[in-house]
């Protein structure tokens, strides 16, 4: 599913206009990623937390040149979903 498909369906089942929600949405996005970039975790109780996971350093190796790397500590996004969130879906996949 396309964000578009997901503005669609929110306009068809709310009567909101699209480009409301697609402001909506859009706003919603920039605000997770900035405090996300900010070191701030996102919580939405129910569906899932937007976290940052820490990275270690390592070795990794450029098998072309046939060199070992430092990969440097770092952290990224990751997303985790609400425990009735994951029972939902287990429970509808076909």
Known sequence: ????????????????????????????????????????N???????????KKRAEKTGRNISKNTTVIIPAHNIPSFKPAKTFVNDVKENVK
Not at 15 to 29: L, R
């Open 1 to 40: 599913m396309t964000k578009a498909e997901i503005v669609a369906q929110i306009a068809q089942k709310t009567g909101i206009e699209k480009v409301a929600i697609m402001a909506t949405v859009e706003e919603f996005m920039n605000v997770v990623e900035e405090s996300m970039a900010e070191g701030e």
């Open 42 to 52: 996102v919580y939405l109780r129910g569906f899932g937390s937007f976290v940052i």
